[in-house]
């Protein structure tokens, strides 16, 4: 059974940088876009970047375009979020997921994954 494990979250200050790994176990065969979602207490989850596995074609939250990169490994079956110029604002707990589709117009909306990781904290420090 294929398992995202999520990486690299923390604590910094305002204009930092961080990068989250995504990393597939068990099996990634069926996997074609990984997403990465956030969300913070009391309110839904929110796209913040995709990448389709096949090709590297990549889609991000008007929020996030210019300081978040998705990237992917795929001879190591990570998935990357690189996030700089990190703000309050993003302070959530970020999640990767993956699915099989490989429409990026459709990659924004959680129901649409099935694989979730665990989630890991980033928290951005005035």
């Known amino acids: 059974q294929v398992q995202l494990i999520e990486s690299g979250g923390g604590l910094v200050h305002t204009g930092a940088s961080l990068r989250l790994s995504c990393a597939a176990s068990g099996g990634s065969i069926d996997i074609y876009t990984v997403g990465w979602f956030r969300q913070t207490p009391g309110k839904e989850r929110e796209f913040v970047a995709a990448v389709l596995l096949s090709g590297g074609t990549t889609n991000y939250a008007d929020s996030v375009k210019g300081r978040f990169t998705i990237s992917r490994d795929s001879a190591k079956n990570v998935v990357l979020l690189q996030m700089n110029n990190l703000a309050p604002e993003d302070t959530a707990v970020y999640y990767c997921?993956?699915?099989?589709?490989?429409?990026?117009?459709?990659?924004?909306?959680?129901?649409?994954?099935?694989?979730w990781g665990q989630g890991t904290q980033v928290t951005v420090s005035s």
């Open positions: 997921a993956g699915r099989r589709g490989s429409e990026l117009s459709t990659s924004m909306r959680p129901s649409n994954y099935f694989y």
